[in-house]
C-alpha cells in the first residue's frame, strides 16, 4: 500500500538531515531549488529512460536508473529510489524488464511524490 505520509515524512527528514529542522533563510532556498529543480527535471528523465529501454540498450538504461536513483535518494525519496536500483541491477545483469510495466511503475511513483516535493518547497 502507498503511504503519502510516509513519503512526506521521509523527504522532510533527508531536508532535516540536510539542513537542521530549522533552516536559515539561505539554507531553505537551498531545499527549495533542490526539490523544485527535481520536479523541473525528472519528467524528462524519466522519458531518456523509456527511450532507452524502449531501444533495448541496457547500458543506457543502467546510466539514467543510476542517475535518477541519485537524485531521488539525495531527497529521501525512498519509494522511486528503490524502484530505480532495482532497474539498475537489472540492467547490470544484462536484462532489461518489460517497459511498459517498469515506466508505468516509475511514472505512477513520480506522480505521488510531485505534489509532496511541490508542497513541501511552497512550504519553506
Do not use: F, W
Not at 61 to 66: S, T
Not at 110 to 119: D, H, K, L, S
Request: glycine share 6%.
Amino acid at each position: 500500500m502507498v503511504d503519502a505520509a510516509a513519503d512526506r515524512a521521509g523527504i522532510q527528514a533527508r531536508l532535516d538531515e540536510i539542513c537542521g529542522p530549522a533552516p536559515s533563510e539561505p539554507e531553505r532556498k537551498l531545499m527549495v531549488r533542490l526539490l523544485t529543480s527535481y520536479v523541473a527535471k525528472t519528467p524528462a528523465a524519466i522519458d531518456g529512460l523509456a527511450e532507452a529501454l524502449d531501444a533495448g540498450d541496457t547500458q543506457q538504461v543502467r546510466d539514467q536508473a543510476h542517475a535518477l536513483k541519485g537524485s531521488a535518494a539525495n531527497l529521501g525519496i525512498q519509494a522511486m529510489s528503490t524502484l530505480l536500483a532495482d532497474l539498475e541491477d537489472t540492467a547490470r545483469a544484462g536484462d532489461l524488464p518489460d517497459p511498459q510495466s517498469t515506466l508505468d511503475r516509475i511514472r505512477a511513483t513520480y506522480q505521488r511524490i510531485e505534489p509532496i516535493c511541490t508542497g513541501l518547497a511552497e512550504e519553506l
